[in-house]
């Protein structure tokens, strides 16, 4: 009987081994580990929310890079009027010339519109005005929300004391058939001036808020998956040596009930052949 019983543990023990190597697993039932159970659901949860406000985050950069982007080429076309308002200044270019400068400026302008109108992420539009504040969830509390302001990017808008962009387009009070060039040009640096300022202020919120709290989730989530780890899941070599010798056991636990049945029925056939 003491041979059934210790083989009967050892099949039940090598069972729950196999079970924890093929799940990778130390607890896979309440009863393996209920301390262990609660503070492995505990880390769980605390790690289910530090992933959301990871991806939280990511989007948040993605967002941000795209508007950045989107200054920095409506920057480029800035540098294109300007330059092109200085080369019809003067009497040094021909009529010609200055029309075919105009031409440049008016395509400049098209193009700074139609950028700040058709700049989107996820089907928002972020630099039209509809978007003049954006919200971001930068942490496990969904209250701790942090926002930032992107500027109105259009020909309408861009300027300063001086005018607006606008009004360096064919038929306008700056533009190269007014002879104005003087308020032209301050009129493009103070619209790039503007501009800068927006961008840098971007820059600073996704570098200083966004990027180092996604680092800070990065490595929050990195501690949280190791002390579960170390709570929840198998110890490989170590269940791999407990199975091997739970083998061994229940080998020579089957050993023992086989040669106990094998002379317990030698000696029914003993005590039958005396009868």
Known sequence: MP???????????ENRTLER????????????????????????????????AERNTARADA????????????????NTVESSALAAAGD????????????????????????????SFGGRNLLDGSASTLSFVVSADPADAVSISLPQVDTGSLGGDAGVLRDLASGGTASVAAGQPAAAIDIVRQARSALQKSRASVGAFQALTVESSRAVLSESAVQLTSALSSIRDTDVAAE????????????????????????????????????
């Open 63 to 78: 967002v941000l890079a795209v508007a950045d982007s989107a200054m920095g080429q409506v920057g480029e076309l800035l």
């Open 240 to 275: 791999t040596s407990r199975l091997v010798r739970s083998q061994l056991l229940s080998s020579a636990a089957f050993f023992s009930v086989r040669t106990s049945g094998l002379q317990s029925r030698r000696l029914a056939a003993m005590l039958i052949g005396d009868e």
């Open 92 to 119: 040094t270019a021909t009529d010609a010339e200055k029309a075919a400068y105009q031409q440049q400026i008016d395509a400049a302008l098209e193009a700074i519109d139609r950028i700040g109108a058709t700049t």
């Open 3 to 13: 041979a059934r019983v210790a083989l009967s543990r050892s099949l039940v023990e």
């Open 21 to 52: 190597l093929a799940t990778l697993r130390r607890i896979n039932r309440g009863s393996d580990d209920p301390a262990g159970l609660i503070a492995a659901a505990e880390l769980e949860s605390e790690l289910t929310a530090i992933e959301a």
